[in-house]
């Protein structure tokens, strides 16, 4: 570039010359190349909301000058704005050729808005609508950019909310389209109290057949605003007994919310019932042989009524009196302060009936002697007593002192007196075993660690068992024989246990110490090569370490360490380890320094000369060769010919050779070329590096220019094998050119063309892909995706992806990037999301069928608890909603319980389960008192008597009581007892009776 002149020069044989001049001006007139990045989107980032930091490239590239720099309108790193920026570069050589290049900048918003709820909300039902509740909520939506966003929700603050949980979904949406979600559950709840409803106070006369209660009819009921069906709860049912006096009945009400009420009223029982004369049974006494035909015989007689109290019975004898041989009749009657009258009578019959006494001692324990073994020897005494007779003796099934075995043995014994009256009665006597067995243990045992294992010791051992009584018993230890046991004191324990129940335990210490050395790693023997730097020694880097089956963090101590100075000669290093308990091991190395590098001849490049006019067919040539070492100094290079000597037109060949006092040797060799052997110069462009352009894409057209010059000859033309102005394809291209003169001497030179690959390669994705959960796990899906690369050099880019196909992607939305980069690191990326749906219904888990008995207090219901709950795969706290709460009240019968599941994406479940509430309270069978009747005057020997017997029931209505006899039957003459009983439909019974006495109108 600029102005040459050239000057050319003629010269005839007889040396006369001329000669002439031009100049040759090369001007700079290609314009730059401004090189732009492609337009860029951007995503505005939260940090800054608005804006994006945005990094970019620009270059400027031109044909001569280097180091021009892009001037744009916007820098690299700059915050831009949100929106569509045009940012403009310019590129200027230093002959002020200029170019220019543009893209944009795009900046999104991509960043969702915040959807904002509150809490959930816990609500009552209010009483003026009983079954919903009017909620007040805020929800709002923010957002980084946009204002005034309204969120949209399926349900609006203020409205009627039904019993029960309700989700309330709310979602914001901004101007460009980003959305966000949130939601929250309102409960209403059902706080209104059932209202319980009792009748008024009530009076009630006690009746003949009751004597003392009175058997009341009364109806309670429940009401309330949402649920139906409540059944009252009371202290007392409907056609109960109740007692003389006033009685106070609470009811109450719950709902299926628990939410309760209650109410009471009074029933006033009045006494109508006569007193009650109580004779003792039938008497029969023995005749004493002090009175001969007689017996004093002592009776009690009493008057109970339902209201008066001290009524006295009056009798036709009195208590101790003397009482003939045979049947007498007493006859009592008894009047309560209202003249309700009674009688009752019994007859005294004097004879020999009472049984002798049998007396035998208490059950007796006895423990089993070391001696006997399995049997105790055991004393014990019984006797026979009798009210006449005496000198009656016990007959039992065995003896005192007797050898008794081992368990429970029943000694029965026997009396009987002269009038073959009779008595038994019986004791057991229980041997037990209570000695202890004996555990016996080894004496304590040292062991060592083992090679193989290094930390433990496998330890034999026998431990047993002994027993008075019991055999095979075995010991059961902490720990069994041939276990491994760990480095140090182990403590086993070991007990026994007879069969009954007897224990005993013994123990001893296993001690497990480390008798294994460590090992010492050495590395092997080490040669070096002592170098100039330290003359005659050399730096060694060598690692020994140490090894333990225990221990760690060993050392290995040397007596030289790596990285030290060695001598010349053979040095033997030494290193040992040793652990924790002082077991030891060491090894060793050898290094070896000597002197092995040979010299280095260097001699000069090949010389070629022209033969000078005044030397005719020779020239002096200097040269000059040396010798290196990497030890040895001063060591001269012996040649075959010396410097600035005449050489002889043609080639001659000077070797050169070097020797250091090892004896190592080097030699080297160069020519010197005599002859007109001037070389022209040929000369290059500096490598041109250039972009390919975009229409072609592969190819870019390059200026050049390649010259000659010869101490000689003139208009020497370059020639290269590529033309200035050709297309050059993508890569580096070598161009050589050469010249050669008249003389055949040639030269050449050589420069680069490098064609970059400046065009970014297109990374594809797929559209964004919807898929299911699959139904093995619940909560991944494995999905196939492809995403390629295209580029318009390189072939066969793979896509990189931060996620790859066929992998499983849990349940939600994950967004894939996925990169492409050319081999010229040009690089392009996008995106798609992958969104697994949750298909898998959650699991609703039910208790098994509940059975139980109604409560005895209330007799109808029971409280049952139990517990139903959800499990999914995906969402947890998810809470099973069934059409009855634990705790709650169930009546008799069966209920169905239903619950079900719903998860957060609306896959349901549902189970179910029966509470089955049994009636155990038993019916209540109602008698008249015993009635007294005369016979009838037509037949004299029966009478027909009138009753009710009647049943009553806490769950069951209509049972009718059945009895032996029915009402209005004949009754033979004497006392007949009638049993009446009942049963409701559970099958539970009661019974009562009463006797029915016939007497002669003759008494």
């Not at 460590?518 to 140490?546: E, H, K, M, Y």
């Amino acid at each position: 570039m600029g102005v040459t002149t050239v000057t050319c020069s003629c010269e005839d044989l007889s040396q006369n010359t001329d000669e002439c001049s031009f100049t040759i001006t090369v001007k700079d007139v290609t314009n730059p190349t401004a090189s732009c990045p492609n337009d860029i989107d951007a995503d505005a980032t939260l940090q800054r909301g608005t804006t994006a930091r945005v990094d970019f490239v620009t270059t400027c590239s031109d044909n001569i000058d280097t180091g021009i720099q892009a001037a744009c309108n916007a820098t690299s790193q700059s915050e831009f704005p949100m929106g569509v920026t045009t940012v403009t570069c310019s590129c200027e050589d230093l002959s002020q050729n200029t170019d220019e290049c543009s893209f944009t900048i795009t900046v999104k918003d991509v960043t969702n808005p915040t959807a904002n709820c509150p809490n959930d909300i816990d609500a009552d039902a209010t009483l003026q609508r009983g079954t919903t509740a009017r909620v007040d909520f805020v929800t709002s939506c923010s957002d980084n950019i946009d204002t005034g966003i309204q969120a949209a929700c399926n349900t609006t603050s203020q409205s009627e909310f039904p019993m029960g949980v309700t989700t309330v979904t709310c979602s914001c949406e901004d101007l460009s389209q980003n959305t966000d979600e949130c939601a929250f559950t309102i409960t209403v709840k059902d706080v209104t109290n059932p209202t319980a409803s009792c009748p008024n106070d009530i009076d009630a006369d006690a009746t003949l057949q009751r004597g003392t209660t009175a058997r009341v009819d009364f109806v309670t009921t429940c009401s309330d605003n949402i649920d139906t069906g409540i059944q009252a709860a009371c202290n007392a049912t409907s056609q109960s007994e109740f007692p003389m006096g006033v009685t106070t009945v609470t009811c109450s009400c719950e709902d299926l919310s628990q939410n309760t009420d209650e109410c009471s009223f009074t029933i006033t029982v009045k006494d109508v019932t006569n007193p009650t004369a109580n004779c003792p049974n039938d008497i029969d006494a023995d005749e004493m042989l002090q009175r001969g035909t007689t017996a004093r015989v002592d009776f009690v007689t009493s008057c109970s009524d339902n209201t008066d109290t001290g009524i006295q019975a009056a009798c036709n004898a009195t208590s101790q009196s003397e009482f003939p041989m045979g049947v007498t009749t007493v006859t009592c009657s008894c009047e309560d302060l209202s003249q309700n009258t009674d009688e009752c009578s019994f007859t005294i019959t004097v004879k020999d009936v009472t049984n002798p006494t049998a007396n035998c001692p208490n059950d007796i324990d006895a423990d089993a002697r070391l001696q006997r073994g399995t049997t105790a020897r055991v004393d014990f005494v019984t006797s026979c007593s009798d009210n006449i007779d005496t000198g009656i003796q016990a007959a039992c099934n065995t003896t005192s002192r007797s050898e008794f075995p081992m368990g429970v043995t029943t000694v029965t014994c026997s009396c009987e007196d002269l009038s073959q009256n009779t008595d038994e009665c019986s004791f057991t006597i229980t041997v037990k075993d209570v000695t202890n067995p004996t555990a016996n243990c080894p004496n304590d045992i040292d062991a060592d660690a083992t090679l193989q294992r290094g930390t433990t010791a496998r330890v034999d051992f026998v431990t047993t068992c002994s027993d008075n009584i019991d055999t095979g018993i075995q010991a059961a230890c902490n720990a069994t024989s041939q276990s491994e046991f760990p480095m140090g004191v182990t403590t086993v324990t070991c007990s026994c246990e007879d069969l009954s129940q007897n224990t005993d335990e013994c123990s001893f210490t296993i001690t497990v110490k480390d008798v294994t050395n460590p090992t010492a790693n050495c590395p092997n023997d080490i040669d070096a090569d002592a170098t100039l730097q330290r003359g005659t020694t050399a730096r060694v880097d060598f690692v020994t370490s140490c090894s333990d089956n225990i221990d760690t963090g060993i050392q290995a101590a040397c007596n030289a360490t790596s990285q030290s100075e060695f001598p010349m000669g053979v040095t033997t290093v030494t290193c040992s380890c040793e652990d924790m308990s002082q077991n030891t091991d060491e090894c060793s190395f050898t290094i070896t320094v000597k002197d092995v590098t040979n010299p280095t001849a260097s001699c000069p490049n090949d010389i070629r000369t022209d033969a000078r006019l005044q030397r005719g067919t020779t020239a002096r040539v200097d040269f000059e060769a040396s010798c290196s070492d990497n030890i040895d100094t001063g060591i001269q290079a012996a040649c075959d010919a010396t410097s600035r000597s005449e050489f002889q037109m043609g080639i001659t060949t000077v070797t050169c050779s070097c020797e250091d006092l090892s004896q190592n040797t080097d030699e080297c060799s160069f020519t010197i070329t005599v002859k007109d052997v001037t070389h022209p110069t040929a000369s290059c462009p500096n490598d041109i590096d250039t972009d390919a352009r975009l229409q072609n894409g592969t190819t870019a057209r390059v200026d050049f220019v390649a010259s000659c010059s010869e101490n000689v000859d003139t208009g020497i033309q370059a020639a290269c094998n590529a033309t200035s102005q050709s297309e050059f394809s993508m890569g580096v291209t070598t161009v050589t050119c050469s010249c050669e003169d008249l003389s055949q001497n040639t030269d050449e030179c050589s420069f680069t063309v490098t064609v970059k690959d400046v065009t970014h390669p297109t990374a594809s994705c797929p559209n964004d892909i919807d898929t299911n959960a699959s139904l093995q796990n619940g909560t991944t899906a494995r999905v196939d995706f492809v995403a390629s690369c295209s580029d318009n050099v390189d072939t066969g880019i793979q896509a990189a992806c931060n996620a790859t196909s066929q992998r499983k992607f849990p349940v939600g939305v994950t967004t894939v990037s996925c990169s492409c980069e050319d081999l010229s690191q040009n690089t392009d990326e996008c995106s798609f999301t992958i969104t697994v749906k949750d298909v898998t219904h959650p699991t609703a888990s039910c208790p098994n069928d509940i059975d139980t008995n109604a409560s005895l207090q209330n007799g109808t219901t029971a409280r049952v608890n139990f517990e139903a709950s959800c499990s999914d795969n995906v969402d947890t706290g998810i809470q099973a909603a069934c059409n009855a709460t634990s705790q709650r009240k169930f009546p008799v019968g069966v209920t169905t319980v239903t619950c079900s599941c719903e998860d957060l994406s609306q896959n349901t479940d549902e189970c179910s389960f029966t509470v089955t509430v049994k009636d155990v309270t038993h019916p209540t069978a109602s008698c008249p008192n015993d009635i007294d009747t005369n016979a009838s005057l037509r037949n004299g020997t029966t009478a027909r008597v009138n009753f009710v017997a009647s049943c009553s029931e806490n769950v069951d209505t209509g049972i009718q009581a059945a009895c032996n006899a029915t009402s209005q039957s004949e009754f033979p003459l004497g006392a007949t007892t009638v049993t009446c009983s009942c049963e409701d439909l559970s099958q539970n019974t009661d019974e009562c009776s009463f006797t029915v006495t016939v007497k002669g109108n003759f008494e």
